[in-house]
């Protein structure tokens, strides 16, 4: 029989779960089906394929694995539609699969970009993050722009300046060590990672009360300089560009080291 008009008898259909195998009698292999395809190909012991139905089959079968691959990745957590698509690509399947995979877990409602964009959306609000990252990762999972503005809409501004503020209140306490202009720096770069504008940082900084309790860590500091035997001229410059402020230049001059002497007996 030739290659054109070779064909593949039926050997036995077996049940094993919820899983089907079916095996051929010209192939010593096993093929894992569902009730879809044994409906649609008449998969029954001793039925004949031909060639060109043999081909389909084996096709569907093929997508049917990658499509139960897809579905295993969505257990995980919800996916939008380019998450699926970058997966899937990474097993080289052509686009025409890929897209008859999407399509078919859209259908069933598996993949729904705009649900996904709602709910992600309220995650990140609930998480404090600020509209500029909101909208970055967004667009980093393949959300239409559309759906972005629309979702971006509901967050007021109100709501972002509170979590702002909630931020900038919760991180304000354990730098109080810090100098003034260390923590205002360091505010305002954890505020801009978070996404917040500057309008909303602004805010944040006009309605926090920050305290200053970094003397006990300018003397270690200064210290650790003065240890090095650096000229006290240049360990000034150094603990100033750290961010104390200008006007403990005389306190560093005239009394830290009579406290740093006095503590240096006292050990």
Request: charged share 35%; aromatic share 10%.
């Amino acid at each position: 029989m030739s290659q054109v008009n070779k064909a593949y008898t039926i050997k036995e259909v077996v049940k094993n779960g919820k899983k089907y195998y079916l095996r051929f009698e010209e192939i010593d292999e096993d093929y894992l089906v569902n009730e879809d395809q044994i409906v649609s190909y008449r998969l029954i012991k001793g039925n004949v394929l031909d060639q060109k139905t043999y081909k389909t089959l084996m096709t569907d079968v093929n997508n049917t694995v990658y499509y139960n691959k897809a579905l295993h990745f969505i257990d995980f957590k919800p996916r939008t539609k380019k998450e699926i698509n970058e997966y899937l690509t990474k097993f080289q399947l052509d686009e025409s699969t890929i897209n008859k995979i999407i399509k078919k877990l859209e259908k069933i409602g598996f993949i729904d970009d705009e649900r996904y964009a709602n709910r992600y959306t309220e995650e990140l609000i609930r998480k404090g993050k600020g509209k500029k990252a909101i909208y970055n990762l967004l667009i980093k999972k393949g959300i239409e722009q559309d759906l972005i503005n629309e979702n971006l809409s509901k967050y007021e501004k109100d709501d972002e300046f509170a979590n702002a503020l909630r931020i900038a209140e919760k991180l304000v306490k354990p730098e109080s060590d810090y100098p003034i202009k260390k923590q205002k720096m360091q505010l305002i770069e954890k505020l801009l990672r978070e996404g917040y504008g500057q309008d909303a940082i602004n805010y944040a900084m006009s309605n926090i009360t920050f305290t200053d309790n970094s003397q006990e860590r300018l003397i270690k500091e200064y210290e650790k300089l003065q240890d090095k035997n650096i000229e006290k001229e240049k360990i000034i410059a150094r603990l100033l560009a750290k961010g104390y402020e200008k006007e403990l230049e005389e306190n560093l001059k005239n009394e830290i080291s009579s406290e740093i002497h006095n503590n240096r007996r006292k050990s």
